[in-house]
């Protein structure tokens, strides 16, 4: 079976490790959030949060995020101090027994939505990525060129013909959503007013000027050189995860949006350490991928999995949907995965447990905004896993049969 996980952002998390425990989840999935990218963690800040979990009878089966530095993403003069904090921290991770570690090399910004708040046909609200209130931001409120090999004419005439029109409040929201409230929680970006925001954040796109798609590629080998080696050691699954979205975004490089990117991944480091997390809601955001053949491809190497859907759209918007809806073909890649945990189950009965957590879902009645980070609701996530977990026991009854 695959483990059922939970996201938890830790000890300002308002949703508790009572309230997780309480509707069957088995393993936790969080990080040192209170510490700063790119330090050690410590054996003792590692060990109060395993016992914390482990006192509430789960475990810490994944650390998201130990985070990659920009510093080592775009190779700046810190990078070596960096990598080293880094296999310090996947040391101190194996010692306390943290087995899978997922990380990404997404430049600056770790995912993109336009709306926070997109209220849905049958109620709830949803996460959605506009095509083209984000290419306002980037051309009218970021202010950055861009040509029309980047960006259609016609493309820019719209945002163009929509910045008009836009009043300052919604320009301050758009700004909010895609710098603030997207990446603040996760990265600590602040600024007291959305142009001090803005200047921030272009100060930070300007430190890959120069770097294009190989060689970010270059730097991320270079990283996985140095850690898989501790990383294997240690007995540590390092699972990379991809682009959302998947395409390139504000002129900046991404090395993890498609199969020919995965595979890529894993021939540049052969290492068993080197795996994938294989996030079917960010991948399925670009309709070109083929997401049971991509699973295909990489499946060995596939060491955690996040389950949800999107709805895509042909003028490139798209939103969150259902988990068992959208774009995804959830029924067979669920069914894939259980088939490839039995065949390592075969191979070696002490296999480690595949952890899978729905990522993201729907604000239902029951949440409070308040109450949780952008795309991490209590009921709506419940919601998910719960549907989830239902289809995977059928598909294991099935597959029994």
């Not at 296999?87 to 101190?92: A, F, G, P």
């Not at 029951?366 to 026991?393: C, M, T, W």
């Amino acid at each position: 079976m695959l483990e059922k996980t939970w996201r938890w952002f830790g000890y300002n998390d308002a949703i508790t490790l009572d309230d997780i425990r309480a509707i069957g989840v088995e393993g936790i999935v969080t990080a040192l959030h209170h510490l700063p990218n790119g330090v050690e963690w410590p054996v003792d800040e590692i060990e109060k949060v395993k016992s914390n979990i482990e006192s509430h009878g789960m475990t810490w089966s994944v650390v998201e995020s130990l985070p990659v530095h920009e510093e080592i993403k775009y190779a700046g003069s810190n990078r070596d101090l960096y990598i080293s904090n880094y296999k310090k921290s996947l040391r101190n991770l194996g010692q306390c027994g943290v087995r899978t570690v997922c990380y990404n090399f997404m430049p600056v910004i770790d995912w993109i939505r336009t709306d926070l708040d997109y209220k849905l046909p049958e109620g709830g609200t949803s996460l959605y990525f506009d095509f083209i209130d984000f290419v306002v931001f980037d051309l009218f409120l970021l202010k950055r060129l861009a040509d029309a090999v980047e960006y259609p004419n016609h493309i820019i005439e719209a945002a163009g013909e929509r910045y008009k029109r836009m009043t300052l409040q919604q320009k301050m929201k758009l700004v909010d959503t895609i710098i603030i409230k997207t990446q603040g929680f996760i990265d600590g970006i602040s600024a007291d007013n959305y142009e001090d925001a803005i200047t921030i954040f272009k100060e930070r796109l300007s430190q890959y000027d120069g770097i294009g798609k190989d060689e970010l590629r270059a730097n991320l080998k270079y990283f996985l050189d140095e850690v898989t080696p501790v990383a294997e050691e240690m007995g540590i699954a390092l699972c990379i995860h991809p682009d959302d979205p998947p395409m390139p975004v504000l002129g900046l490089p991404r090395i993890v949006s498609n199969s020919e990117d995965l595979k890529w991944i894993l021939k540049a480091n052969t290492s068993p350490a080197n795996g994938i997390t294989f996030c079917t809601g960010s991948l399925s955001a670009n309709k070109n991928n083929d997401l049971l053949e991509m699973l295909d491809e990489v499946i060995e190497r596939v060491k955690f999995v996040h389950l949800r859907s999107t709805q895509t759209k042909s003028n490139g918007d798209f939103y969150e949907a259902e988990h068992l809806k959208g774009s995804v073909p959830m029924p067979a890649i669920v069914k894939r995965l259980l088939e490839e945990i039995r065949r390592r189950e075969k191979c070696d009965e002490n296999a480690l447990r595949v952890p899978m957590r729905v990522d993201h879902g729907h604000v239902l009645p029951g949440d409070s905004p308040e109450k949780h980070n952008p795309g991490y609701p209590f009921v709506g996530r419940l919601k998910g896993l719960a549907e989830i977990d239902g289809l995977q026991q059928g598909i294991i009854t099935m597959l029994k049969e």
